[in-house]
């Protein structure tokens, strides 16, 4: 077995996440009920949309807007700026990582993500470091709202392969869920899961260790 790629999703993996201060964000703001939008591993509702693409961001401000009880009194940035607080940040020895990992490897992203994160908050955190831009830490990017459709689905993974020019039989994938690990290897590719407080790099460490 060669593995030459590895694929990477975001949230639990690259990037911290915060749940809890994001839904005591949204309770502030007055939505009901805000804890029945965001799963551990998936969101839902209009969130969901937003992510797989099938609703905008303009139509997503609307939707949710319409949730409140006051919607007069939510605007766009409150709704963004409480959205966003579900990412806690990028450890910098991450982004190092991603940067080592790139001299072996060829190094891909496969996120269920949205704009407003992908455009913003993700944004700023992969430019904490040099080099400063997504483009310098992976040869290749992937994200739900592009593909239109969300990991576990079969599409996400084989739009993948086609975008990337990948294949799986080469690919290591790494998910911090493991409906999404499950998926990908129905599908041909290696995964492993990356369980909350652990680091991929020790996983990845003793995955090549084992070969």
């Known amino acids: 077995m060669v593995i030459r790629n590895l ?36 969101q839902s509702g209009i969130f969901m949309a937003l992510e797989d693409g099938s609703a ?9 807007r319409s949730a409140f009880p006051d919607p007069s009194a939510v605007s766009d940035s ?12 990028i ?6 990582a991603l940067i080592e990992l790139r001299k072996k490897y060829r190094i891909y992203l496969l996120s269920n993500t949205n704009p407003i ?5 993700l944004a700023r955190e992969f430019a904490k ?18 593909a239109r459709s969300a990991k576990p689905d079969a599409a996400i993974f084989r739009f993948a392969e086609r975008t990337l020019g990948i294949r799986p039989e080469e690919t290591l994938f790494f998910d911090d869920s493991q409906a999404n690990v499950d998926a990908a290897r129905a599908l041909g590719f290696h995964a492993l899961l990356v369980p ?16």
């Open 129 to 146: 470091l040099p080099p400063r831009r997504r483009e310098d830490y992976f040869d290749g990017m992937v994200t739900s709202f592009d």
């Open 78 to 89: 409150d709704i963004d700026d409480a959205f966003q607080l579900f990412i806690e940040g």
């Open 56 to 64: 905008s961001v303009d139509e997503f401000h609307a939707a949710l």
């Open 91 to 96: 450890p910098e020895h991450r982004l190092r």
């Open 196 to 211: 909350p407080g652990a680091e991929f790099t020790d996983i990845l460490h003793n995955f090549e260790s084992a070969q």
């Open 7 to 42: 694929l990477f999703d975001l949230g639990g993996v690259v990037v911290d996440l915060r749940r809890a201060r994001c839904v005591e964000a949204f309770r502030r703001l007055g939505l009901p009920e805000a804890e029945s939008y965001f799963g551990e591993y998936a």
């Open 117 to 121: 994160m992908w455009d913003d908050v």
